[in-house]
């Protein structure tokens, strides 16, 4: 499994890749419900394809003074975790935005019967960061889960499908 932690360094693999690649973007402490995610991206990319996981805890994704910084980061368990899961490639990017970032993807149908009211910023924070991963460093196609009602949907119209 190689392990890329950089957008650049991944960049410079997808340039040189030539299978196809399907990526599933999580924030890390991964569980069952990412094995089944990894299974479907493996069926997707078919036995010569990668499997590409991202581990990017989205700050964006949080409410400020919320507990971002207490997110579970269990780097060693995760590696594992897809080394045995039989993933490609480990995205483990240390930084996705400039500091001075001004664009951004913003979803404002879908999230309104979620949790989006009382989340506010989260799913404009999950789009972003998926449409980022999508231009820097995945795979042809993203592997979704966790909210059917709304991952799917909503990570199509990011992705510009």
Do not use: W
């Not at 932690?5 to 040189?16: G, L, M």
């Not at 890749?17 to 991206?41: C, D, F, N, W, Y």
């Not at 009382?118 to 231009?135: D, E, I, S």
């Amino acid at each position: 499994m190689k392990i890329i932690e950089s957008t650049d360094a991944a960049q410079a693999h997808v340039r040189e890749r030539r299978a196809k690649s399907v990526l599933v973007p999580t924030m890390g402490a991964l569980h069952r419900g990412h094995l089944e995610l990894i299974r479907v991206a493996r069926e997707h990319a078919g036995k010569d394809g990668e499997v590409a996981v991202s581990i990017f805890v989205n700050p964006l994704q949080f409410e400020p003074g919320s507990d971002f910084e207490k997110y579970p980061r269990p780097e060693f368990a995760d590696e594992k975790f897809c080394e045995n899961a039989g993933v490609n490639l480990l995205l483990r990017p240390r930084e996705m935005y400039f500091d001075d970032r001004s664009v951004y993807v913003e979803e404002t149908r879908l999230s309104e019967g979620l949790c989006g009211a009382a989340r506010p910023g989260h799913f404009r924070g999950v789009c972003t960061v998926v449409a980022k991963l999508g231009l820097s460093a995945t795979g042809n196609h993203p592997a979704h889960g966790a909210r059917p009602e709304f991952s799917g949907r909503n990570h199509r119209r990011a992705d510009g499908a």
